[in-house]
């Protein structure tokens, strides 16, 4: 995880493979529970592509995605960033 300090805010950014990481382990917990794109999208309130965007590692998902993606799958949040 990369640290990025101003004086104003501390903006905590994912770096690339942690992004990468984490969609690959997305994808992967959702393929193995026989879960698709879309019904992940509609527990999350989100479009289809949003899912498949973190999957693809073409966004990066605020801690609170995170912790509902981990959610609807039925996993902890270090399972799918580990």
């Known amino acids: 995880m990369l640290f990025y300090t101003t004086t104003k ?6 770096m690339t493979d942690d992004v990468k990481k984490l969609g690959e382990n997305l994808k992967k917990i959702r393929l193995s529970k026989n ?3 879309i019904k992940i999208a509609k527990k999350l309130g989100v479009d289809r592509a949003f899912i498949s965007n973190i999957e693809n590692a073409k966004t990066n998902p605020t801690l609170a995605t995170i912790t509902n993606l981990a959610q ?11």
């Open 35 to 37: 879960i698709t794109q």
């Open 72 to 82: 609807a799958l039925g996993v902890s949040t270090n399972e799918l960033l580990k």
């Open 9 to 14: 805010h501390v903006i905590i950014l994912l």
